[in-house]
């Protein structure tokens, strides 16, 4: 069994940057991480993943070239450095561990496991 805890998110203005933090708790090694967010009233969207070994990373392209995903092995925990935040960043961020594949790392309902959420608020 694996429990995601993440932090990290804030009020933050635009420009700034953050970085959001999924601490896990069991074996998670051979799984992909996943970040997904949800603005209000939009679907839940795919944000960026990869490989809790290490490896490729994927984003979104809306996210692309501002938004960083890297694993800390040694920590069990996966980050993600978002910089130059827009308005539209505002969400509450997900991240989600499980057997996936490429085929699949895209879909949050495909995880195995999904932490609670950590609140970013972008402000003009």
């Known amino acids: 069994q694996v429990q995601l805890v993440e932090s990290g998110g804030g009020l933050v203005q635009a420009g700034d940057s953050l970085r959001l933090s999924c601490a896990a708790s069991g074996r998670t090694f051979s799984m992909y991480v996943g970040w997904f967010r949800q603005a209000p009233g939009k679907e839940r969207e795919f944000v960026a993943a990869?490989?809790?070994?290490?490896?490729?990373?994927y984003y979104a392209d809306s996210v692309k070239g501002r938004f960083t995903i890297s694993v800390d092995n040694a920590k069990n925990t996966v980050y993600m450095q978002m910089n130059s935040l827009k308005l539209e960043d505002t969400a509450v961020y997900y991240c989600?561990?499980?057997?996936?594949?490429?085929?699949?790392?895209?879909?949050?309902?495909?995880?195995?496991?999904r932490g609670q959420g950590t609140q970013v608020t972008v402000s003009s």
């Open positions: 990869t490989r809790w070994s290490g490896g490729s990373a």
């Open positions: 989600a561990a499980g057997m996936n594949t490429i085929a699949t790392m895209t879909r949050f309902t495909s995880y195995d496991y």
